[in-house]
Structure formats: C-alpha cells, structure tokens
C-alpha cells in the first residue's frame, strides 16, 4: 500500500486568470489526484472555504458534485464564471455594445479614453495612454506609459503640465464619491465611513471612470447573460484601478490596502478590453446549480451562498465522499475590495453579511485560526470517522500551518497524513475525525522529540517549518492542545510559544543564519547530532541516478512523483534539487530525461582510474611520495606526501556527494580538495549553497578541482606547487567558461 504522506505534486500552473493575484496559488491537479485515490466518482464533495474557483472546478471536472460554501459574493461570481467560461466573441460583443451607448452627446467609449488622452512626446497627437505613473504622497503623475498609434512609438516617457492638469480635474468628492459610496452604504449607516476609508484605494480619475461606466451600464437594457459578461470585465477593470499595482511591475500580492512607493493608474478601457483573454477560458461548460438543487452525479458545482457553519444546519444527511479543502491565509485588502466592488456592481443587497469586513482591522493569525476553527467545527459536525478530509495550504508558512492545525485539533479532526514541500510553502494534510491520545511524555520533551526525529531523517539542517510541521503533527494527536485554554486564539498563541521554546530554550538545537529573535529564519540543526543519515539532498542525487540508469526516458514530473514516493512526507525534495540533479546527469530531448552518455556507469569507472592516474602522475613530477587511494573508497583520499607529512589530500569521485566527504572526512580542510566532474559543479553548488555544515567546510578551506583541469595539468608543459591551487581558483564550481590557467 502507498505511504499516504506521498507529496502530490502540481501538474504545472493554472492559465492566468481575473483577479488571480488576490486567490490562494492552488497547485493544478492535485485535487482530482487525492479525490481519485480516496472518493467515488458521482460522490458529494464538500468544499468549506471557497476561496479558490480552480480548485472546486478541478474537483467537479473529475467527477465529483462538489458542494462549495462561499460568502465573498466575488468569490461566487469567479467561481460560477470559471465554471462556465464565455466565449471570447461574446465577451467583444458585450463591450462593444457597452463602447457605443450614449453618454449625452457621445459613446460611452471615447469618453472614458478621453479621460487618459496625452500628448505623444513624437508626433504631437493627443493618444490615451496605457497607465500613468505616480509617486505614492504625489499630487500628480510624473511619467507615463505609450503606445501611439499615429507614430507608433512606445514607451516610458515623462509627464507635462496638461497631464498634471487633466489628472486633477477629477476630485474624490461630490456626485463621483457620493454615487460611489451609496452603492455600498446609505448616508447613515454606520458602514459609511469604512467605505470611505477603502475608497481611498483609488485615484479621483479612477473612482469616476469606474462609476461612470457602471451608472451607464444600470441604465442600459441588457438581459441578464450580458449583463454577467459586463460584470466580469468591470470586475477587472475595478481591479485594475486601485493603486495597488506596482511600477515596475511585478507579482506584488497586496495584504494591506496601501500604495506601493511606486504605483501604476491603469487606462480603464484599456484593461476591459485585455481582461477579455482571462476571462475567457478554453474550457466546457459544468453545471452549477444553487444549494439544495444537486448537480448531476457526473460532476458539477453547487454553490451555497453564505458562511459554512450556516450550510453545516441545512446539509442534515447529505452523504460526503470527501471534504477537499483549499484553506486561504488571510486576505484584508482583498476581502475590503470585494465588498466594495460587489456593491458598485451589484448592488448592497449583494453584500449582505459580507460588509462586515469593511469594519474588521485586525486580521492576524490568531483571528485566523478562529474563523477556521468555526469552519472546521461545522465540517466535522456533517463527517463520519470514515470521511477523509484533504486540506491543502498553498500558502503554508508557518502561521497558517499553525492556525490550521490548532483549528483542525479543536474541531475534533486529527491529521492522518502530512507532505509538505517548503519550495513552495505547501502544506498537504489528510485528516480525519477521531479522539485525541493521552500523552507518553510531556509536550516540552515531545516537541524537542519531533524536531530531533525529522532532522535525523533528512540529515541536513532544515527551515523551521519543518520543525513546527512535525511538533504540530504530533500534538493534533495528543489530548490538552494549549493547557486547557478552549479559545482558539488563545490556543494558537500558546501553541506557537510552546513549540519556540521548546526548540529554543534548551540547547538542543542551533540555528544557522537568520535573525536569532525570529525562529523561522535561517536553518536548524541539532547541537549534538547523533550519527544522523546521510543528507537527504545526497539520497536524492542518489535516487535520481538510480531511476535514470533503470527507467526509460521520463519527464520532470515523471521523475519528481517517483522521488516524492521515495521520500515522502516531511522529506519531500525541493523541485530546484531535482532540476540540479537532472542536469548533472542527464541530457533532455523533447522534454524526456536520459543519462548522458559520458555519465554511462562503464565511462565514469573509466574516468575514476583516469583521474586517479594522472594525480599519481602529477605528484610523482611534482616530486612528492604518492599514497593510493582505495578504489572505491570515496572516503579515502589519494595524498601526495613529503618527508612522510601530506602536503595534498584528493578526495576523487563521479558524484556529487559532499556529504560523506566534507563531514567525514579526518584530513585537514586547508589541504584537502575533491575532484569532481564538472558536470556536477551546479549540483555541488546547490548543496553547498543550502547546507550551512558543507559551505562551513569550504569556508575552512576545502577545494574543488574539476576533471578537466586535472586533464590540463598532465598536459602542462611547466608545473609548480602553485599549480594546483590556481587550477582550482580560475576553474571554480561557479565558472561554466573554461578559464586559461596561469601555469
């Protein structure tokens, strides 16, 4: 039977998509994989968080009717529109229609591109630009962004008076803010002045092109599928005209609602019409059916709008196969813009309880860990012991893993499998409902257990969310989580103290790097390893060669699932490791690996007697005494001696394996040197590079020498002493170009 802490990885990422930058980064395919392994297809899936639309699609595509509760009433519309894409034709045709209304004397869409209408620097036409650029505190843009079309140059060029002028005829005040805040909150409700504060993410120009456009949109007689295809560009369009873009751009995900120091104003037409591409996905269409009517047993989505703990009283028998849950970290900024945006869009009514997050400020992870505790609480009520509960947290770092282990504990739901892979912050938990155990030892001595037990199981120092990972796996199943406090918050603060100190306060372990006050940076180790494995980072190397000599050519993927396999759990390989591997030993032809020929195992024996050869050689000409190694003895070196003392120890090897080298070694560092392909020096690199231990040892004065400046040497018409070490430091692992020696 298959470990059930295998990894799943991702199949690759999803296709961009509206508002994508805001949603939890689910990793594509793993929720069908886990479905498939564990739940019928036709079977009822429970999704209680319905934060993301990939993932309950994903499920609902392979089968399965998944019953998603969502509150954010944007959340629901992505969902419904990821579920059942327009086409691109008709979303044109909507925006076209909406460009040609009438606004007074002129059509809807040269009077919003007017709004953004600047000189061209070239030919002096008046153009709209594609975004102004604006200093965080400034009164008005300093550059902007063109693509003329008169002269068709483009580019970043400098703003001017009239572009100053023009961005300040469009104050945050009168009609504009008062149309804009009544969508959202009457005159006297007490939410007003929260609406007000989250305005403030928008420019003046911004706010009035936006509800200009929306205000001609009410008055437009369209049916209702137009109507949804409108709102989804004027949902991007909302997005796209905060001040939360940054210049120059980047993957920024806002958590806070404030400018970056830098900042975009994008040309709101602009964006409408190249959001049309994200929306407008090659996919079927599902069904989707609103709570109670069922989708049918083929696969669909089922939305119910409103909190989980209020789907939990209405589901009374529903039979579950599963609960599948993508569990999102905090979002204030993103939460605050849906509020706003489904008011202009929709209307208040839209909002409802939602609007309750336009008063909420504190948001940490205490706060966090009890609305996930109300969710979980409500999932369990509606599982039986045999329901499988897949959480994955594509964000895991470890706050949330935290809150989600200590809500889960509280809930009454007990971890049965645990992977995570720290590359990408995933977390991946299989639970299930079940009692707690009474504790063997005390949770102080417990937690310093499990610490000790996954460093010795990957054998290198390890981030601190591998620690906290197992501490938590550990506790989820032993009664008293948090010394008899019930509040969640409070539970989770001391839970996150329990495991700090218990992995700081008494010695056993060291940290390498980082901030000393800040646990979760830098590397840990323990202080008095007791003969620990090899390190993981070498097994992996190891495994990979293994499967390249035995297998026919693969795919990354195909190597990455066999390698989480092999090392599941909390061992789980850094994709980057395998990538490094691969490229050592392999060549790639049409995306499938295949050992090189010059790592064929008969070519690198040969190239082993060959390098130990011409050391021989080498130290013979040199004048020294030349002590053999042991053949196959990596951990022997070969020593050029004089008077009997070692001048050189040559530790020679195929592979990249340091560890068994660098940490086993008894010679002096400031004399010895490994050598080594050059086809590893990149692999070699990775591993010194994230193993404090093996970079320590070169620090101490550990070299490499490549085989090939050893082949230079031989062929050397003058050698001195000097020749080895500048061989070493003008070929070094960090060089791909051959450099001349200085011989």
């Not at 200009?212 to 909302?238: F, K, V």
């Amino acid at each position: 039977m298959a470990d059930p802490n295998i990894y799943i990885p991702s199949e690759g990422e999803f296709a961009p998509s509206p508002l994508e930058r805001y949603l939890p980064p689910v990793p594509r395919g793993v929720a069908a994989r886990w479905l498939q392994q564990h739940a019928a297809p036709g079977g009822w899936v429970l999704e209680p968080f319905g934060a993301s639309p990939h993932w309950a699609v994903e499920a609902a595509r392979a089968g399965y009717r998944v019953l998603v509760a969502a509150n954010n009433p944007v959340a629901r519309f992505l969902l419904e529109m990821h579920a059942q894409p327009p086409s691109a034709e008709a979303l044109t045709a909507a925006l076209a229609a909406l460009g040609a209304a009438r606004r007074g004397d002129e059509r809807l869409e040269p009077a919003i591109l007017e709004l953004y209408l600047t000189e061209c620097p070239n030919c002096a036409a008046q153009v709209p630009a594609e975004a102004f650029i604006w200093e965080r505190e400034a009164a008005a843009p300093h550059a902007k962004l063109l693509n003329c079309k008169q002269c068709g140059v483009q580019g970043e060029y400098p703003c001017d008076e009239h572009d100053a002028a023009r961005a300040a005829a469009y104050p945050l005040s009168g009609p504009t803010l008062s149309r804009a805040l009544e969508r959202i909150a009457a005159k006297d409700d007490p939410d007003r002045e929260h609406a007000e504060e989250a305005l403030q993410a928008y420019l003046p120009r911004a706010a009035y092109a936006l509800i200009t456009i929306i205000n001609r949109l009410d008055s437009l007689d369209t049916d209702p599928a137009e109507r949804r295809l409108l709102s989804a560009l004027l949902l991007s369009a909302c997005d796209r005209a905060t001040k939360l873009w940054a210049h120059p751009s980047g993957r920024m995900r806002p958590r806070q609602l404030s400018a970056p120091p830098q900042f975009r104003e994008y040309n709101i037409w602009f964006e409408m019409e190249r959001s049309i591409a994200l929306w407008a996905q090659d996919s079927a269409p599902l069904p989707v059916t609103e709570w109670p009517a069922a989708p049918p047993e083929s696969g669909g989505i089922c939305i119910y709008e409103g909190r989980m703990r209020d789907l939990a009283t209405e589901m009374q028998d529903l039979p579950l196969a599963a609960v599948a849950a993508a569990v999102p970290r905090p979002a204030p900024a993103f939460w605050t813009l849906c509020a706003l945006w489904a008011g202009w869009l929709w209307g208040r009514e839209a909002i409802g309880p939602f609007v309750l997050v336009l008063r909420r400020r504190r948001y940490d992870w205490a706060w966090h860990t009890e609305a996930l505790h109300a969710a979980f609480s409500a999932v369990a009520e509606r599982m039986t012991e045999k329901t499988p509960l897949f959480a994955v947290l594509p964000e895991g770092e470890s706050g949330l893993q935290a809150a989600t282990a200590v809500a889960a504990t509280l809930a009454g739901l007990r971890i049965q499998a645990l992977a995570y892979r720290h590359a990408e912050s995933e977390l991946q938990l299989t639970l299930r409902k079940g009692a707690a155990q009474e504790a063997a030892e005390a949770q102080d001595e417990a937690i310093r257990s499990a610490a000790h037990f996954v460093l010795s199981g990957r054998g290198q120092p390890s981030a601190y969310d591998y620690l906290q990972a197992a501490a938590l796996n550990l506790l989820n199943k032993q009664a008293g989580m948090g010394s008899g406090q019930t509040d969640p918050s409070e539970v989770y603060t001391h839970t996150r103290k329990q495991i700090a100190a218990a992995l700081t306060m008494h010695g056993d372990f060291v940290q390498y790097g980082g901030n000393p006050d800040t646990p979760e940076t830098g590397v840990w180790w323990p202080a008095n390893p007791q003969q620990p494995r090899a390190p993981l980072a070498d097994r992996v190397e190891i495994a990979v060669v293994r499967s390249l000599l035995r297998s026919q050519p693969q795919s990354t993927r195909a190597h990455d699932e066999a390698l989480c396999a092999i090392f599941p759990g909390l061992l789980t390989p850094h994709p980057a490791l395998l990538q490094a591997a691969l490229s050592s030993y392999a060549q790639n032809e049409d995306g499938l690996w295949q050992l090189a020929a010059e790592d064929q195992p008969r070519q690198r024996r040969a190239d082993l007697v060959e390098m130990r050869a011409a050391l021989v050689i080498l130290g013979q000409q040199l004048g020294y005494e030349v002590q053999e190694a042991e053949e196959d003895g990596q951990a022997e070196p070969l020593r050029w001696l004089q008077g009997g003392q070692a001048v050189l120890n040559f530790y020679v090897i195929a592979s990249a394996l340091l560890g068994e080298v660098l940490l086993g070694a008894t010679t002096p560092a400031h004399n010895s040197l490994i050598v080594l392909p050059g086809r590893r020096a990149q692999l070699a690199l990775y591993k010194l590079e994230r193993d404090p231990r093996l970079a320590q040892a070169v620090e101490d004065g550990w070299r490499f020498l490549k085989y090939r400046a050893v082949r230079r040497l031989l062929a050397a018409q003058a050698l001195t002493p000097d020749s080895i070490a500048d061989a070493a430091r003008l070929d070094p692992l960090t060089e791909e170009a051959l450099q001349a020696p200085l011989l």
